[in-house]
């Protein structure tokens, strides 16, 4: 086996007991610190595969921002999970049509693989073909969201941190709250 194949085994191995510990948690502190492991055992795994542009987003956002969210959320709600006193059939309705909707949504889309689909025939081809003439970097996604759609992909990352200032100011606002009623 080459050095490659071990790494990714590795990976895929640390990632599936993360997943089987993670299951098996009752602590919210354990279970948030875990997610920011996979989160980055993850994005170790995208580098592996030569998705760079990926990984840097699965380490910013999964291991990064969200593990700060989930602490802080912890940090104001506690560390143990309590049994809710409400009635869960709201909450399984409200999932049962969301999940009918997206399945609808999809009913519509051409079929996986499919070489004919409008994704294969219009700019696809050029990208493949021309990316590493053009951009001069081989990964083809990566010089798709650096390069072709480079504003597209600065705007995503405006709204994921306009997304996350909003919650830290919500997170914040709340734990103030809380202090000042003690």
Do not use: W
């Not at 599936?16 to 994005?43: D, E, N, P, Q, W």
């Not at 009913?107 to 219009?122: E, K, V």
């Not at 597209?152 to 405006?158: F, K, P, R, S, Y």
């Not at 709204?159 to 734990?175: D, N, R, S, Y």
């Amino acid at each position: 086996m080459d050095i490659e194949t071990i790494i990714n085994f590795s990976l895929l191995t640390l990632l599936a007991l993360t997943v089987i510990v993670l299951i098996r948690m009752k602590s919210l502190l354990a279970i948030a610190l875990s997610s920011g492991v996979y989160s980055f055992l993850s994005a170790g795994l995208f580098v592996a595969m030569d998705a760079v542009d990926v990984a840097f987003t699965e380490a910013a956002v999964g291991a990064g921002i969200t593990t700060i969210l989930l602490l802080g959320t912890i940090a104001i709600t506690g560390r143990e999970q309590t049994v809710s006193k409400h009635k869960r059939f709201l909450p399984i309705a409200v999932i049962t049509i969301t999940g009918a909707a997206l399945i609808y949504g999809t009913l519509d889309m051409p079929l996986y693989g499919d070489a004919n689909a409008p994704i294969h025939t219009h700019v696809a081809p050029h990208y493949l073909t021309q990316s590493s003439e053009e951009i001069g970097i081989p990964n083809v996604v990566t010089s798709v969201l650096a390069s072709y759609r480079g504003y597209d992909t600065l705007g995503e990352v405006a709204v994921i941190f306009t997304a996350a200032v909003g919650v830290l100011l919500l997170l914040g606002k709340t734990a103030k709250r809380g202090v000042r009623k003690q």
